[in-house]
């Protein structure tokens, strides 16, 4: 067990696994000191974290944390904004997995449950082990659990039943994610999928990955969406028009303006230019020199927006303004219940103020020369005040909404090209740069931590100090947490810090690979941005959902050296047993012919030992070329090859090849078709005469044993084209790029033991390719298969050649 690797099996390796696990885990009960190096990093974590906890081992179920149905209701309450945002997102889940035998819950940051749903009789299985609402699944309490070390790492988990501290849970899988608050980063829940690990277990990492984060977007949204507040205030009554305040005229005039003014500000739906409206209307109402709108809580940075009258009078107006604002009573009326309140500011200035309900706001007006503010004027004004701290409420949260859907594009538009990517790790530039296009940055630097080295991407090319960028690397890494550089808001030596020279604002994400920290996502920006919260939490997860890619493209990568390996494997079994074929067959002959030269040597005439000996002679002969072809093959993977060329003319060689073949296979017949003004060729001859007989034994082995078997040559303008057909069974398409692999033979030739060493072709292929040409094998009209060389014309002797590479049957 001490080389395993515990977090990447395949299913039927998943019995096994949970048996080695619960092995480990009754060792670690018994002795600390067992060796957990294969264990995942979290789980030995948190295993660990349960012995320091003192958590019973026998436990294999959770407390509850609440012992009345009204303190769970309590509970609820105080959860209201995370249930709300997690209802529809649940809703999916089942929809997606209910059926699958899966339970869905939903704990607080303590991980007491709130809510759960699935499968009803996974439920009920479940509930048996106390997976109820109200129970504690935190590590404290219920050891290590998928909730509890989600909680405890902040990151996404998925155990197998066996990695649980606790017995009891062999036959289930659990995946937690959890959810963070959109505003300063804390932990407000956990989703949870627990059920039967042989369905879908290895995509609920980032099913769980993305419904955390549907969540954690659906609870700022929550947040924002308060009750609507009536637009008159506690006590206030609708003005009466009485002559004792104003005239008949007036007050039809004032509720006109009035009128306009609540359409006007209405159809304004932009938050950053609604409150320019809302001062410039509040003006007119009230026949105002000026008027500001302030932002803001009490204690933070206040956002003033100000509307006055042309003029002198205007400029006198905005200097009383901005004496009110910092007036200590004034202060206060923010915070006040009052629909206004009104004061004089030295010398003649009375400001008149309207608290904006619900957004920390209010709107101060002045009059110059003064003059008293009516009743009618301070409800008139208090209606408005009340009416755009509804819009600018109503302003954000479509802004908001706007927000969200943007970002739901950018990441629905990066899943989309992240799947449509053969090998993401060796396209990770181009992932880079599909990722700053989507968030509108500058640069993107990718580290991957690979056998304790860093391999670094950048994109664009750009001057980064090694030293900054590695410690800043090793933080992000080692905490798992993002880091927001700025070096226009920094100051000295913070400024210094930032790695990119020439950049502003840069943020490192943590990149999370088979539940570590195993690299980190930079990406900035050279002029300054104003990452919000919502920047951030895209960035993300941005970030996670490039983590769960890479993770998954390196398991398809072991998935696929694993199958390489074994496909080797298969091979080198099968041309062992060739070998051993082809080597016993002419050593057998030998020992036969010598044996019996031995014991008759006295009573063997001389037609019998000179038939003995030619028997001898020609399967040392045979011997002799098996080990040639050998040997060829190791220089030609070598790339020592050695090329003896000199300028041959090719119509000769042919009839030399098929002389030689018809002296050997006379009941074969070859027809040659060889167009008579072909140029010299500066070529090694004894090699391309190997692969013509090569290629016309292998079309008389496998195509008919009388023929016919076709060779064709003719010239293009740069090359000679060589063809070699036979009247054979052909080669399936799905075989045909292999057949130039070494000791590969076809599935129907192992199938029927026909002898072969699968050396042939490949040899040809390294001969070919070394003259720098080209063999490639197509379906012959009528029935059978052609092969196909290309060698390119040469004016001029090569000084050197240059050895190539093979990879599968391909150049390099």
Not at 594 to 611: I, K, N
Not at 716 to 728: A, F, I, K, P
């Amino acid at each position: 067990m001490s080389g395993a690797t515990l977090h990447i099996t395949t299913m039927a390796d998943l019995d096994t696994l949970v048996w080695q696990i619960a092995t480990l885990r009754e060792q670690f009960l018994a002795n600390t000191e067992v060796d957990l190096s294969p264990m995942r990093t979290v789980i030995r974590e948190s295993w660990q974290r349960c012995r320091a906890f003192a958590v019973n081992a026998d436990l294999n179920l959770a407390r509850f944390a609440t012992t009345s149905d009204q303190q769970l209701r309590d509970l609820h309450e105080l959860n209201v904004a995370f249930l709300r945002a997690a209802s529809p997102v649940l809703l999916r889940l089942r929809a997606t997995l209910g059926n699958a035998g899966y339970v869905v819950a939903i704990s607080d940051a303590e991980g007491t449950l709130l809510d759960v749903d699935g499968d009803p009789a996974c439920r009920r299985k479940l509930a048996r082990k106390g997976l109820l609402p109200g129970s504690n699944w935190s590590e404290a309490v219920a050891g290590t659990n998928a909730i509890g070390v989600a909680l405890a790492t902040g990151h996404v988990v998925q155990l197998v039943g066996a990695e649980h501290y606790c017995s009891g849970w062999q036959d289930v899988t659990c995946t937690a994610a959890p959810v963070f608050h959109p505003d300063n980063g804390s932990l407000i829940g956990v989703l949870d999928i627990t059920g039967d690990y042989r369905l879908v277990r290895p995509f609920l990492t980032g099913i769980m990955a993305a419904a955390a984060a549907e969540v954690q977007r659906r609870y700022r949204l929550e947040r924002i969406k308060q009750p609507i507040r009536p637009r008159t205030f506690p006590g206030w009554t609708p003005p009466v028009m009485t002559n004792a305040t104003t005239t008949s005229g007036e007050s039809a005039n004032i509720l006109e303006r009035l009128t306009d003014a609540i359409r006007i500000v209405s159809s304004v739906i932009d938050p950053a230019h609604a409150p320019n409206v809302i001062t410039e209307q509040m003006g007119r109402l009230l026949n105002a020199s000026g008027v500001m709108l302030v932002e803001g809580p009490p204690g933070d940075t206040l956002r003033t927006h100000v509307w006055h009258a042309p003029g002198e009078i205007g400029r006198h107006a905005l200097t009383a303004l901005q004496r009110a604002i910092n007036d200590p009573t004034i202060l206060t009326w923010r915070a006040s219940p009052g629909p206004f309140l009104k004061r004089t500011i030295p010398p003649t200035a009375e400001v008149i103020g309207f608290p904006l309900p619900d957004i920390s706001g209010v709107i101060l007006a002045v009059r110059l020369p003064a003059q008293p503010w009516t009743e009618i004027d301070q409800q008139s004004g208090a209606t408005l005040a009340t009416h755009s701290a509804a819009i600018l409420r109503h302003a954000r949260l479509y802004t908001d909404l706007q927000a969200y859907a943007a970002q739901t594009e950018v990441l629905n538009t990066l899943a989309l090209f992240l799947s449509t990517l053969l090998d993401p790790i060796r396209q990770i530039d181009i992932v880079l740069q599909r990722i700053l296009a989507l968030t509108n940055l500058d640069v993107g630097i990718i580290v991957l931590k690979e056998e304790k080295q860093l391999a670094v991407t950048a994109v664009p090319q750009i001057a980064i100090d090694q030293a900054h960028m590695l410690a800043l690397i090793d933080t992000v890494i080692s905490t798992g947490q993002p880091i927001w550089l700025c070096r226009q808001h920094a100051v000295a030596p913070e400024a210094a810090l930032l790695p990119l020279h020439g950049f502003c604002d840069l943020v490192a994400l943590p990149l999370i690979l088979h539940a570590t920290n195993a690299g980190a996502l930079l990406i900035g920006s050279r002029a300054h941005r104003h990452i919000s919260g919502e920047d951030l939490t895209l960035l993300l997860t941005i970030a996670q959902q490039l983590g769960l890619t890479l993770s998954n493209a390196r398991l398809r990568q072991v998935a696929s050296e694993n199958e390489a390996l074994r496909q080797a494997n298969h091979l080198k079994s099968t041309f062992l047993a060739g070998v051993s074929h082809d080597l016993r067959s002419p050593l057998t002959a030998i020992r036969a012919s010598v044996e019996d030269l031995l014991e008759r040597q006295h009573h063997v005439s001389p037609g019998e030992h000179r038939a003995l000996l030619s028997n001898i002679a020609r399967e040392t002969a045979r011997l002799s070329r098996f080990v040639d072809q050998l040997l060829d093959l190791s220089r030609i993977e070598a790339g020592t090859l050695p090329l003896d060329r000199e300028w041959v003319e090719f119509n000769a060689l042919v009839q030399d090849v098929v002389t030689s073949f018809h002296q050997q296979y006379p009941a074969c017949r070859v027809d040659v078709c060889v167009s008579p003004t072909l140029p010299l060729l500066y070529i090694d001859p004894s090699l391309i005469t190997q692969v013509l007989w090569n290629l016309l034994e292998n079309a008389q082995k496998y195509g008919p044993s009388e023929g016919p078997i076709t060779l064709e040559a003719f010239c293009t303008h740069t090359d000679l084209v060589l063809s070699v057909g036979d009247r054979g069974p052909g080669i399936p398409a799905s075989e045909r790029h292999r057949i130039f692999d070494r000791f590969y033979r076809l599935e129907r030739d192992r199938r029927s033991h026909r002898s072969g060493s699968g050396l042939g072709l490949a040899i040809c292929h390294g001969i070919v390719t070394a003259h720098q040409g080209s063999i490639w094998v197509d379906e012959r009209p009528g029935g059978g298969s052609v092969f196909r060389i290309t060698l390119p014309f040469i004016n001029d002797q090569p000084t050197a050649w240059c050895p190539l590479e093979f990879h599968g049957g391909e150049q390099v």
